[in-house]
């Protein structure tokens, strides 16, 4: 038995990085191709050029508020999905509402590798308590499973006493679905007497995992590691054993872009999680998650080579409104682009004296006579509000994803 679901786990970074971008190419010719939307987004660019991370950061960003607004126009996937309506198994309806193809291809979610990673193997039965109701959490589940040679139980969410007759009964290997199910299902197995002590391993995702609570989970025989997914996307990340980071997927592309932009920030910083999938049923690219992340740098421990993440450090979305008007954190990212001497900044937004006040902190090395004035006409211009500009010496702001941080109380 071995510790890697496949070899592409172990190979070097190099031979991936080449991988990977090799298929970007062909998934950016596919989808022009096959995907009447991107063929539009997409219609001047060179698609055998873009096989590289800079010509990949040079294309559109794809934002959850345009999938929807796609799909409004050209139901039910908005010209977006590179598939017919006689290749679909499933389609599936997220909050918005947001429509998701699923296809026949084995896996289509990648799902299968985290399980792996989390103790799952050939023969195993799955409880799975994610839900199978429009969205397509339950089904990431059972496609993965399926392909590993795993059977599932389709517990889905809710419904206690039953959930701990039937793993007393079925005697699961292991759990998937939040931790705070989990944490309810043991809690009356425990309350009950009901024996489910044949749960070894847990998947979990959709929550926070606290160490206190996964070494509650442990205490009781469950070893939980959790992984990060989208209903869009599917598999972005998991964990391994090694506890430290989530792995990146071997079938996406991760970028950490400056919120509210496609710019990519440097190794470390907080930002937003970009994926481009390269499924090429529904070839995502540059799909903008909301979620704020870092990449940690080197390789994990278990031996896993691939690129790691932090896993999810809050949402991107700072919009906020000052004085009647609302301020993006592009226009904020847009305002610093002007002045090559800003290496960071942070709009504060406070209320003093029951007034609106905003202040821009720019972290700054080279301060040529003038620059704060400069900068707040710029703010002006394009955010269309006064604001004070403060600059401060570098390594001075935290290091948390946020451009703009709203801290006005209203007692």
Not at 49 to 69: D, H, I, N, Q, T
């Amino acid at each position: 038995m071995t510790d890697f679901y496949d070899e592409l786990e172990t190979r070097s970074p190099e031979a991936r990085e080449a991988a990977l971008m090799e298929g970007l190419a062909r998934q950016v010719a596919h989808a022009q191709a096959h995907a009447p939307a991107f063929a539009a987004s997409l219609a001047d660019i060179d698609a055998a050029a873009v096989a590289g991370r800079e010509a990949l950061a040079r294309l559109p960003v794809l934002r959850k508020a345009e999938l929807s607004a796609y799909q409004g126009k050209a139901p039910p996937f908005g010209g977006l999905a590179a598939v017919g309506p006689g290749q679909l198994t499933r389609v599936f309806q997220s909050p918005g509402p947001i429509y998701e193809p699923e296809s026949g291809r084995a896996d289509y979610w990648r799902f299968a590798r985290a399980l792996y990673a989390a103790g799952f193997r050939r023969g195993d039965i799955i409880h799975n308590c994610f839900s199978y109701h429009f969205t397509p959490a339950g089904s990431m589940v059972d496609t993965g499973a399926h392909l590993l040679g795993c059977g599932v139980f389709p517990a889905g969410p809710g419904q206690l006493e039953l959930q701990v007759r039937a793993i007393a009964d079925i005697r699961p290997a292991g759990y998937v679905g939040t931790p705070s199910f989990l944490k309810m299902i043991l809690d009356k197995a425990a309350e009950t007497g009901v024996d489910t002590s044949s749960l070894h391993c847990a998947l979990v995702s959709g929550e926070a995992l606290p160490v206190s609570l996964r070494e509650a989970f442990a205490d009781r025989g469950v070893a939980v590691l959790q992984c990060y997914a989208t209903a869009d996307l599917g598999l972005v990340a998991y964990e391994s054993e090694a506890r430290e980071g989530l792995i990146v997927d071997e079938g996406v592309i991760v970028e950490i872009v400056r919120p509210g932009t496609g710019d990519p920030v440097p190794a470390g910083e907080v930002g937003e999680v970009l994926v481009t999938t390269l499924n090429p049923d529904y070839p995502l690219i540059r799909f903008a998650t909301g979620d704020l992340s870092a990449v940690l740098p080197g390789t994990s421990p278990c031996g896993r080579t691939n690129q790691r993440i932090r896993g999810w450090m809050g949402r991107a979305d700072q919009t906020t409104k000052v004085r009647g008007m609302f301020v993006h954190p592009s226009q904020v990212a847009a305002v610093a682009a002007r002045h090559p001497e800003i290496r960071r900044f942070r709009l504060v937004v406070d209320r003093v004296e029951h007034n609106d006040v905003m202040t821009l902190r720019c972290e700054t090395g080279e301060r040529p006579a003038g620059l704060a004035e400069t900068v707040a006409a710029s703010v002006r211009e394009l955010c269309r509000l006064r604001g004070e500009v403060e600059l401060v010496e570098p390594g001075t702001l935290p290091n948390d994803g946020k451009v703009i941080e709203d801290i006005r109380t209203y007692e």
